[in-house]
């Protein structure tokens, strides 16, 4: 499975931005790039995904690199609610259907 | 619409027992992964069903079995009960017909084994 690498913790103040950067140098051509956060004792919850273009919902954007080696996720106005480990994760078709390689994700911490 | 709906929340089992664990996917999702979530080991993937088919499996031994009913609703089950199966057990249901598909995660359910 395609590995990501993550920094192991982000700090970010209330209301700016954050860049939550994602490496995946081993990405292959069908591989969608997906994020997830978890807060304790919660499930994951989906943030956003993609496969080459940029992302944009209502949580977050996302910027894929023209060559896909990595990713970032963006927050616009961090919140206090946005505290979580945030989770980037390959996926892959064929053999790998509903499966996701977790790795240890990035801690966020927001501070008022 | 509802999400993923995983039964019971909490329980607490003994070494050498079994357990089974409930997962009722998002309406119209076929496919139903399982995971495993430790403070040491991270979130691990177990198997993943579509249609009624086991998929694909992850690096657990054979304690660890599952099955999917027509109605897409999933059961995993652990027979003989180690302590190092505590832990939170997470099902995502998908459509699961193209890796581009959203994942969406139950709440978990906390074994204890003591």
């Known amino acids: 499975d395609a590995k990501t690498t993550q920094p192991n913790s982000m700090e970010s103040n209330e209301e700016e931005p954050v860049h939550l950067p994602c490496n995946h140098s081993t990405i292959s051509g069908t591989d969608y790039i997906h994020w997830y956060r978890q807060l304790p004792s919660q499930g994951p919850e989906y943030v956003i995904h993609?496969?080459?273009s940029n992302v944009n919902n209502r949580m977050a954007s996302l910027a894929i690199a023209e060559d896909r080696k990595s990713s970032t996720l963006i927050l616009h106005r961090a919140t206090l609610r946005d505290a979580a480990v945030y989770y980037c994760?390959?996926?892959?078709?064929?053999?790998?259907?509903?499966?996701?390689?977790f790795g240890q994700g990035t801690i966020l911490t927001v501070h008022p | 619409k509802a999400g993923v709906t995983q039964t019971p929340r909490y329980l607490i089992k003994t070494r050498g027992q079994q357990v089974t664990l409930s997962c009722s996917p998002i309406?119209?999702?076929?496919?139903v992964s399982w995971y495993q979530q430790t403070p040491g080991q991270g979130l691990q993937f177990l198997f993943e069903y579509f249609s009624e088919t086991q998929r694909n499996k992850g690096n657990f031994p054979g304690r660890f079995s599952g099955r999917q009913f027509s109605n897409s609703r999933s059961e995993m089950n652990v027979s003989t009960l180690e302590l190092g199966d505590s832990a939170l057990y997470l099902c995502?249901?998908?459509?699961?017909?193209?890796?581009?598909?959203?994942?969406?995660f139950g709440e978990g359910s906390w074994l204890t084994v003591v």
């Open positions: 994760i390959l996926s892959a078709g064929g053999t790998s259907y509903g499966k996701l390689t």
């Open positions: 995502a249901s998908s459509r699961g017909d193209n890796s581009g598909n959203t994942i969406y």
């Open positions: 309406s119209g999702h076929r496919s």
């Open positions: 993609g496969l080459t």
